[in-house]
């Protein structure tokens, strides 16, 4: 695989996950968090308990992890390009997204981490006490710094595709 051939499949990758990614964490903030807060204290607990369950799989973790990867394979490959215009967008989109795994891994796992340690909806004598604990309004404000910060990059990797030509 020449040069050329690498740097395009690394950056439509990025491109392509990071773009998913937004996606997701938009869908979070103006879609399911706001249905779910709607919701009586069992429904809340029991759902999410249920969404973050499915979450973690394999798809979703090549997707996460993998714009992280992708955008930092491409920036590494345009380094070597004498034509370095692509490169100030892939590591701008680099830079924001690794603030967005970054969130995730110190705000929104442990929180996710402690409602589902709560245990068995069924069992549990005080659903408000749990839902109360899981900081929602804090789950949802920094989601949104994600979703801002995911579509930004993904925008830094479409202008970066504009400019590689």
């Known amino acids: 695989m020449s040069l050329k051939s690498a740097q395009i499949a690394s950056l439509l990758a990025a491109t392509i996950t990071t773009g998913l990614m937004a996606g997701v964490f938009g869908v979070f903030a103006h879609t399911i968090m706001r249905g779910l807060h709607t919701t009586d204290d069992r429904t809340f607990v029991t759902a999410f308990q249920a969404i973050d ?3 973690i799989n394999p798809l979703f973790m090549l997707t996460f992890f993998g714009a992280l ?3 930092g394979t491409a920036g590494v490959l345009y380094l070597r390009d004498d034509d370095r215009s692509v490169l100030p967008w892939i590591v701008a989109a680099f830079g924001l997204y690794l603030v967005v ?4 891994m110190a705000v929104h796992v442990p929180l996710n981490d402690d409602i ?11 659903l408000a006490a749990v839902r109360d604990a899981f900081h929602e309004t ?3 404000a920094w989601n949104i710094v994600r979703a801002l910060a995911t579509t930004v ?4 990797l479409a ?5 590689h030509g």
């Open 53 to 55: 369950r499915a979450i």
């Open 153 to 156: 990059a993904f925008g830094c």
């Open 159 to 163: 202008w970066a595709l504009v400019l």
């Open 116 to 126: 589902k340690a709560a245990g068995d909806p069924e069992r549990i004598a005080d």
């Open 138 to 140: 804090r789950w949802v």
């Open 69 to 71: 990867v992708a955008s």
């Open 101 to 104: 795994v970054v969130i995730t």
